[in-house]
Structure formats: structure tokens, C-alpha cells
């Protein structure tokens, strides 16, 4: 029991937390000749150093953006301030993805990135994009402007403030996002607790604030986090003298298998517990000239009590004996998933789950075999709080 025990506590430590400084930008391109134009820059933080397809021109290809301009006792909530009213700014490869950049200001180049973004004539009554690009019957990535011209700085204002998010929201795919200037909130549509890095794409929000100073050489830095956190399971083996294997578990209902982990709550004994598993975002922009400032609550939450179920790593083979870095690819199962961050939610209260993972020990000298099933560990609801934007890995 000594050696269920060693692996478990090492295999389902819990909340092991950490934010990469990882970052993917995407580059504004404009031709060479252009000056005063609003462009941006964009910046995505890795959640971990083995992840690579966070850039938003591999998932999203889109974001919508508020822009408002104003003086420095300016209150920037006024109608003749605004410049941007959720605007959408498109991507394109300029050959086979995304938008098509044809007759738009900013389409006159292909960077070395291979495409560029833009905004320009991505109104609906003006966007007309023919395959393999979008086509204007594609309501869920289209406008919600009926046109969109390309902007410029106004020297007469000591700031331009932006507040963006990603991926666009169509009013006709369902809710819209909507921005109140004058409380500087944004509210986002119902999102839920996803799996599925491939197919899965949760907001992002970003905000900036660009000085008078600053026009004149400015592409807009956004840097987007993301609203909800993002939970995996690493396994490592330290048991001296032994090979792990990873089997599947065998639940009650015979519903899972992997490594299950259930919600649960600790008494005197354990009950089923629950987790908030969808909810109505809000991000609230700190200050007047927010400078990647923000916060994020949620409106309205639901929560669930379904176990959730995380595939197998390693294909079978013996997991590794080390654990120098806290993801440990080889070792990291293939299951994502993207909780809601019940320690932002006010007035939420979290359960902790119940971790429960098979596996056979292999005596390197005798090649004895011990079969190890439904072993569990509790991970507390102290490190189930999680946070918008943060990587969590058990």
C-alpha cells in the first residue's frame, strides 16, 4: 500500500498553478506608405510552454473591438467619442483561410507571417468574400456593422481606449457582446465547461489605452486573456525499482474510463459534490485609461455533479520516472477542459474532487506484476477555486 500511496500523491498533486510568460503575437500589416491608421497588435499568453496553437490566427481569426476617444477628464461615454462600435477586425492568409482582404486598405501586403488583419470594408453591406475565404451567407463570423471604414488617431484627444474580445460574436449566431462605457463593462454570452482543445475556443478579452504621445508610432498592444481557466492531469511514476502502467478505471455505471474524477464534498464522510459548469461572464475595465486592467464575474451560474473523465497518456507504454517540468508532455493526458473560475464567481463555493486512477506496478528485476484499481485522492476545494486565464495541472 505504501507504493498506491507514493504514486498517488504524486501523481494528483493538486492545483500545481502557473501562467507561462509563453506569448504568441499577431502583427497589424499596412502598406508601407500608410500613416495615422489605427492598427493592432495582438498577443496571446501561452497557458503552458508545450502549447502552440493558442495564436489567434489559428483558432479565433477574429475579434471585435469598442474604441473611445477623449481628453484626459474626458468621461469617453459620449456617442460623438466613439470610434469603434464593436467592430470587427478579420484575419486572412491572403490565399486560402479567413477573410477575404480584397479591395480593403490593409490587404495591399503579405508579411512574413503569411497574412495579415484588418478591418476595412468588413461591414456586412460591404464584405463579399468568395471561397475559399468566407462568404457573406457565413453569419456567425460576419459583422455586426453594416459597414466598417479604416480609422485614424485624432490629435485633438490626449487618449484612444480600446476594449476587445475574441472569437466575434454575431448577433445572428445568438446573443451579441455588449460594452457599457459608462460602467466599462462587457458582458459575453452563456459559455459552459469545454473539453476539446481542437474544437474548443473560450473568450478572450483585452483593453488597452494608447496616450496622444503614442499615435504616431502605435500598433495597438491587445493582450487577451482568457475568461475561463483550463484544467489537465499530468501522471509521474517515483516509485524506485518499478514500471507503471496507466489502466482505465472501472466505475460503478461502467460510464468512464481514463482517470475519472468526481465532484465531491468532505465531512465526516465524502457526499457528491458539484462544480460550476456554465455561467453568463462580465469583465470589468479598471479606470479610465485601462492598461490591461480588468476583472472578471459572472451574472448567472449553473453547476453540475458529472464526473469528469480524462483519456489515458502514453498509449500504454510505462509513464516516465521524473517530473522536471510540471506538464510533463509525454505523461499528460489528451483531455482539456475549461472550467468556469468558481474563485472569481461572488458567492460560490466549490466542491473538491476525487481522483481515481488504475495502474500496474512491473518489478523491473522479477518483472512481478501488481494491479492497482480505483485508487483514490481528494483534492480539496481550496485548490479547486480557479482563476480566469491560469493553467491548472493535477
Same mark, same amino acid.
Given at each position: 500500500m505504501k507504493h498506491v500511496k507514493t504514486l498517488l500523491m504524486l501523481a494528483a498533486v493538486a492545483a500545481l498553478t502557473g501562467c507561462s510568460t509563453d506569448e504568441n503575437t499577431s502583427y497589424w500589416e499596412g502598406p508601407s506608405a500608410s500613416t495615422g491608421e489605427i492598427g493592432f497588435q495582438m498577443t496571446t499568453g501561452n497557458l503552458s510552454r508545450a502549447e502552440s496553437d493558442v495564436n489567434l490566427e489559428t483558432i479565433y481569426k477574429?475579434?471585435?473591438?469598442?474604441?473611445?476617444?477623449?481628453?484626459?477628464?474626458?468621461?469617453?461615454?459620449?456617442?460623438?467619442?466613439?470610434?469603434?462600435?464593436?467592430?470587427?477586425?478579420?484575419? +486572412?492568409? !491572403?490565399?486560402t483561410t479567413g $477573410? *477575404?482582404?480584397? %479591395?480593403? =486598405?490593409?490587404?495591399?501586403? &503579405?508579411? +512574413?507571417? !503569411?497574412?495579415?488583419?484588418? $478591418? *476595412?470594408?468588413? %461591414?456586412? =453591406?460591404?464584405?463579399?468574400? &468568395?471561397?475559399p475565404f468566407y462568404t457573406s451567407d457565413q453569419k456567425s463570423v460576419m459583422s455586426n456593422n453594416t459597414t466598417q471604414f479604416l480609422k485614424y488617431w485624432d490629435a485633438n484627444m490626449d487618449y484612444t481606449n480600446f476594449y476587445a474580445y475574441a472569437p466575434y460574436k454575431h448577433?445572428?449566431?445568438?446573443?451579441?457582446?455588449?460594452?457599457?462605457?459608462?460602467?466599462?463593462?462587457?458582458?459575453?454570452?452563456?459559455?459552459?465547461?469545454?473539453?476539446?482543445?481542437?474544437?474548443?475556443?473560450p473568450y478572450m478579452v483585452a483593453t488597452n489605452s494608447i496616450a496622444k504621445a503614442s499615435y504616431a508610432t502605435t500598433k495597438v498592444p491587445l493582450k487577451f486573456e482568457r475568461v475561463q481557466s483550463r484544467?489537465?492531469?499530468?501522471?509521474?511514476?517515483?516509485?524506485?525499482?518499478?514500471?507503471?502502467?496507466?489502466?482505465?478505471?472501472?466505475?460503478?455505471?461502467?460510464?468512464?474510463?481514463?482517470?475519472?474524477?468526481?465532484?465531491?464534498?468532505?465531512?465526516?464522510?465524502?457526499?457528491?459534490g458539484s462544480y460550476v459548469n456554465s455561467g453568463v461572464p462580465t469583465v470589468t475595465f479598471a479606470g479610465v485609461n485601462p492598461n490591461q486592467s480588468l476583472t472578471v464575474d459572472y451574472t448567472t451560474v449553473a453547476t453540475a455533479s458529472t464526473p469528469l473523465s480524462f483519456a489515458l497518456c502514453c498509449s500504454g507504454d510505462v509513464i516516465a520516472e521524473s517530473r522536471a517540468d510540471a506538464l510533463l508532455e509525454a505523461n499528460r493526458s489528451a483531455t482539456v477542459y475549461y472550467p468556469l473560475p468558481a474563485g472569481e464567481i461572488t458567492g460560490q463555493t466549490n466542491s473538491g474532487f476525487a481522483f481515481y486512477?488504475?495502474?500496474?506496478?512491473?518489478?523491473?528485476?522479477?518483472?512481478?506484476?501488481?494491479?492497482?484499481?480505483?485508487?483514490?485522492?481528494?483534492?480539496g476545494p481550496t485548490y479547486t477555486e480557479w482563476k480566469h486565464n491560469t493553467a491548472y495541472t493535477l
Open positions: 477574429n475579434f471585435g473591438v469598442w474604441t473611445y476617444k477623449g481628453n484626459a477628464t474626458s468621461d469617453f461615454t459620449t456617442t460623438t467619442n466613439l470610434v469603434m462600435a464593436d467592430y470587427l477586425v478579420g484575419y +486572412t492568409d !491572403g490565399s $477573410y *477575404d482582404p480584397t %479591395g480593403a =486598405s490593409y490587404g495591399a501586403e &503579405t508579411p +512574413t507571417t !503569411g497574412g495579415w488583419w484588418f $478591418y *476595412d470594408l468588413l %461591414g456586412t =453591406s460591404q464584405y463579399s468574400g &468568395t471561397s448577433g445572428e449566431s445568438g446573443s451579441v457582446v455588449t460594452f457599457d462605457p459608462a460602467t466599462l463593462k462587457m458582458t459575453l454570452p452563456t459559455v459552459t465547461m469545454g473539453t476539446n482543445a481542437a474544437s474548443y475556443a484544467l489537465r492531469v499530468t501522471v509521474w511514476n517515483a516509485i524506485k525499482g518499478y514500471d507503471v502502467k496507466l489502466l482505465d478505471v472501472t466505475p460503478k455505471d461502467g460510464s468512464a474510463s481514463g482517470i475519472y474524477a468526481i465532484p465531491a464534498d468532505k465531512g465526516t464522510g465524502y457526499s457528491l486512477i488504475s495502474y500496474k506496478l512491473i518489478a523491473e528485476d522479477t518483472k512481478e506484476e501488481v494491479i492497482v484499481r480505483n485508487a483514490a485522492v481528494y483534492v
